[in-house]
């Protein structure tokens, strides 16, 4: 999934396989600055790592950054920022001429020209191993411009106390309900509690492109051209501002946050709102901080059912002063094994297809029933919708779309005029960046 993202939390798991867990715990202690041994094929080499996190998987990243160290003889060092701060950082870097070596990305197209074709360094085998959708999304110019190292994933959130108290069934990971029952419970559970709203949603046009997603209909389609099916995006479009326009969901909070991104958490915290539409990267916050009972559910079904899925990406910069060291750190961290236990720690899901079949990683009881509907909703997503967000035009045409949206909920446009608007924004930004 693409910004504007809470990519945050959300991670990983306990290891089914608990050889490779061990032995991964054994030998790995962590600081983000560690030294290499001294010894080894990348003695005496530094690198540095452009990273951003919302909490857990931070410790472990230092851990894995020790073990290769370590391992290899290089220093890694790593430099956090905010995620809404990557790119200006990215680009103060690259424009003083001394790129990052690595970044954690969710937009490694935007800096496609700049980056290292990995498939040289690592191999068709390697690239294979990860997820596919993931994958094609990163292709550039017959090469592939980034690894991705861990999966996210779009499904709503539920207060399940909120539900019980209104006698509305809980979904689970096999509900198949559509749009309409899920707003018809969110609305009988929100009379029930008295909550001020129905619905929150992060204010993203990733999330509005999910949505449109679920009624059939893509920004792009996988010839780069846009491909917004008009009746379609009429429909996922007036659901979205009907919603709105009721204030089921927050039609200030909406309007108010322009075209920024604002992770729409805030009402659901506060239990002013029994359904939250936003994704896996809330798990691992959520089940240290939340002090009621929650879970995910699965997407509503029209055409499709699923969720909308992107990654986290790592990619190495040409003109950074060690790409050798950049290739060989981005092939380590993608190495099941080290997924493994970054899932364990950090409760989210990885990109290696190796560890994609059910029980290949068991979650804590306390998040496994959400991480079970996460990964099923990335299964049943088409990859069409990867492609869509990969297109360097995605960012600004959801943008648009999000955009649009807005003016609808302000009685500016109609929901005929916003889809053509955003149709022709598609169409102006295909190949962009």
Known sequence: MRPPINNGSGYWRA??????????????????SSSGSGSGKFAGQSITYLYFTNGPDLQATKTLIAKFDQQTGGTVTLDT??????????????????????????EPELY??????????LGQSWLHSLNPNLMASVQYKGGYIGLPNQLTVMAPIVNVTMFQKAGVP???????????????????????????????????????????????TYLFGSNGKSALNTQEATDAMSTMAGLLKQNKISSASW??????????????????????????????????????KWTAVPNPCE???GGGSGGNYMVA????????????????????????????????????????????????????????????????????????????GYTAASLALMNELTDVVANKATVAQAVAATEKAAAADNGKS
Request: hydrophobic share 45%; charged share 15%.
């Open 255 to 292: 309007i108010s946050g322009g075209e920024n991104y604002v992770a729409g958490d805030t009402e659901f915290l506060a239990q002013q709102a029994p359904v939250l539409l936003s994704g896996s990267w809330e798990v691992a916050s959520f089940a240290s901080s939340v002090t009621f």
């Open 317 to 392: 910069f040409k003109k950074s002063n060690d790409p050798k060291l950049a290739e060989a750190f981005i092939k380590f961290m993608s190495q099941p094994a080290n997924q493994a236990y970054m899932s364990v720690q950090s409760d989210t899901i990885p990109s290696a297809e190796s560890l994609a079949a059910p029980g290949s990683i068991k979650y804590p009881a306390k998040v496994a029933a959400s991480m079970d509907v996460f990964n099923k909703a990335a299964t049943l997503m088409p990859g069409a919708f990867s492609l869509s967000e990969a297109n360097p």
């Open 15 to 32: 290891l089914g396989a608990g050889a490779v867990l061990l032995s991964l715990l054994a030998t790995a202690c962590g600081s983000s």
């Open 112 to 121: 496609a020209p700049q980056l290292i074709n990995l498939e040289g360094a």
């Open 81 to 106: 920022v905010p995620y809404t701060d990557l790119d200006q950082e990215i680009q103060a870097q690259t424009s003083a001429g001394k790129p990052p070596a690595v970044v954690q990305t969710t």
């Open 170 to 216: 809980v979904p689970t990971v096999n509900t198949k309900w559509t749009w309409a029952q899920l707003i018809s419970d969110a609305e009988k559970v929100q009379a029930a509690n008295h909550t001020q709203f129905a619905i929150a949603i992060d204010h993203s046009g990733d999330r509005v492109a999910n949505v449109f997603a679920q009624y059939g």
């Open 303 to 305: 055409v499709n059912c």
